[in-house]
């Protein structure tokens, strides 16, 4: 004689039995491997970097060259484009080769990420920071 309990449990550990092999789980579509894709994507970010780079070494370039310049609030406007200088150099480029880049490739390896994710963490405070630091000198 069984009990309402023990059936309860016996069908229970025979479903799970029968449930036992997984269904093929299929990879999901990389859609940054279509050229269209990644042409866009090579085009934005090059776009960004130039732009990044050559922008942000006009401030600095003004504000060195320009004795009037030289204020506080200037030289936090320097920090800041000194850290996004550095994210047109050190980050972006990464993160590039990172979307566009197959999967299987494995391109970037336990260092590089390590580092790409530190510097990019160090570069994205140091902005939020100095931003913070103009508001509060004004």
């Not at 880049?101 to 510097?119: F, H, K, Q, R, V």
């Amino acid at each position: 004689m069984q009990t309402e309990s023990s059936h309860t449990v016996s069908e229970t550990t025979q479903r799970m039995e029968s449930n036992d092999t997984q269904p093929e789980i299929e990879p999901y579509p990389d859609f940054t491997q279509i050229p269209a894709v990644r042409i866009t994507f090579v085009t934005a970010y090059l776009i960004v970097m130039v732009l990044a780079v050559i922008g942000n070494a006009m401030v600095c370039c003004t504000v060195f060259t320009n004795r009037k310049m030289h204020t506080a609030v200037n030289y936090y406007i320097v920090n800041l484009a000194i850290c996004d200088f550095m994210v047109g150099i050190f980050v972006l480029p990464v993160k590039l080769m990172e979307l566009t880049s197959p999967a299987d490739w494995g391109i970037l390896n336990d260092e590089l990420c390590t580092a790409i994710m530190y510097l990019q963490t160090i570069f994205v405070f140091a902005s939020v920071l100095t931003l913070v630091a103009i508001c509060i000198e004004r």
